[in-house]
């Protein structure tokens, strides 16, 4: 561990004057008051595989609609975290009107990789912390069926020639994979367990149906590539999960980042998918003088850099600076959404941090359940509330390491107990 790092580390220590602060329930505290989700599907073959980006936030926008029981006319802006759609932001306006919001509800969309949908949820806060607006609606949403994020050209060439780290920036993700199981000595097989690990939570959740309550259906038209066929089906489901996975299997599967190594794999990655989760947000007076239910408080969230080449660790110093702007610790927190980019990643934040497995993604991560890379900032938002209210908790932290070299962290009071 770099010094930088041991310093960041060292800062989380305990104080229940910070847990103290953070409940503390005020007329201004900014309120999640709905937080649902589509079912995650399979880039490319999945349920949304012909349903484009601004299908996939039109749906989830009248959904918001519908449970919300607001008067749409009442949010005033929404944000849209997206990755790979240069035209999110028109697909956010054009949605958010074919969906029923008033053309007096303004629109934009944000990216900052895959923390984009916990980004856009930081920005509507903020606006209404600020003043700025009183109700606001914030999505991440990604189809990287039709997207991509790959650079089409190379940086500028003089920029290029004075910086390693910005050559570094230019690194497949897979690549960055593999550099964090090199440096940090993270086995195929400590890899392959923990995938192992996030598909059976994931089963166990799907069977006991603990996703039910945050998910909600969404009709969608899928094509048989093969016949031509058109059907309508209604997604309730994440597709990702892949029932009675095993460590043998796992082990069997072949590197997906050669040459760069041989520690990542399809199996032990990340799944390529579709999806879009949504979070309504005002002041708790607001939500109070409106009747509307409060789920939880948004304490706060912030974003640290480190080393591009090593992009996937950036949980482990954006969860202590977290902790130290609150004057918490990992003891005060019930649980954990760490966004499993890579299981290299994953085994690393884990135990640098020392954190309690038995309350990190208890019901699996994106290794089982997909990272649609906009969504996943909101997604874990969504889930972590739901798991929280299932096992009566009431602090929740969600990070995600962030491509060229970030890390970002949320936290949140559950108020649903």
Same mark, same amino acid.
């Given at each position: ?282 002041? &708790?007076?607001?939500?109070? !003088?409106?009747?509307?239910?409060? $789920?939880?408080?948004?304490? *706060?969230?912030?974003? #640290? @850099? /480190? ?81 929280? &209210?299932?096992?009566?908790? !009431?602090?929740?932290?969600?990070? $995600?390491?962030?491509?060229? *070299?970030?890390?970002? #962290? @949320? /936290? ?6």
């Amino acid at each position: 561990m770099t010094e930088r790092l041991k310093s960041i580390v060292s800062q989380m220590t305990p104080s229940k004057s910070g847990l103290s602060a953070i409940t503390t329930k005020n007329p201004d505290d900014i309120v999640i008051t709905l937080a649902i989700r589509t079912p995650l599907t399979k880039g490319f073959k999945g349920g949304f595989k012909d349903t484009p980006l601004d299908g996939i936030v039109y749906k989830l926008m009248k959904e918001v609609i519908a449970k919300s029981n607001l008067d749409p006319a009442l949010v005033e802006d929404i944000c849209l975290g997206n990755v790979s759609d240069a035209k999110a932001a028109y697909y956010c306006r054009a949605a958010m009107l074919g969906a029923g919001f008033p053309n007096t509800t303004s629109g934009s969309s944000v990216n900052r990789f895959c923390s984009s949908g916990l980004k856009a949820v930081q920005d509507i806060a903020n606006q209404i912390a600020t003043g700025s607006i009183e109700v606001g609606l914030a999505i991440g949403a990604e189809s990287m069926t039709q997207g991509g994020d790959r650079l089409e050209r190379p940086f500028f060439d003089e920029l290029l020639a004075g910086s390693q780290e910005a050559r570094d920036c230019m690194m497949p993700m897979g690549q960055t994979s593999e550099n964090v199981g090199k440096d940090f000595n993270i086995s195929r097989e400590q890899q392959d367990r923990y995938a192992c690990e996030s598909y059976r939570r994931a089963e166990v959740a799907q069977k006991a149906g603990w996703f039910d309550d945050e998910i909600v259906p969404i009709q969608a038209k899928v094509k048989d590539p093969k016949t031509g066929e058109v059907k309508e089906v209604t997604l309730t489901k994440d597709e990702g999960p892949r029932w009675g996975t095993t460590f043998e299997a796992l082990q069997k599967i072949r590197p997906a980042f050669m040459p760069h190594g041989d520690r990542s794999t399809g199996g032990n990655s990340s799944q390529v998918t579709d999806g879009a989760a949504a979070v309504l947000l005002m002041k &708790r007076s607001t939500a109070e !003088k409106l009747g509307q239910p409060i $789920m939880a408080k948004f304490v *706060g969230a912030t974003v #640290a @850099g /480190l080393a591009p080449r090593i992009m996937g660790i950036g949980p482990s110093v954006a969860i202590p600076k977290i902790l130290n702007q609150f004057n918490l610790s990992l003891d005060d927190i019930d649980l954990i959404e760490l966004n499993e980019a890579f299981a290299s990643m994953a085994v690393y934040c884990l135990e640098t941090l020392k954190i309690d497995h038995s309350k990190m993604n208890v019901r699996g991560g994106a290794i089982a359940l997909g990272h649609p890379l906009g969504c996943t900032g909101a997604r874990q938002i969504v889930t972590g509330l739901s798991e929280c &209210r299932r096992q009566k908790k !009431k602090i929740l932290l969600t990070s $995600m390491c962030i491509g060229t *070299g970030m890390g970002m #962290a @949320g /936290l949140f009071v559950n108020e649903q107990l």
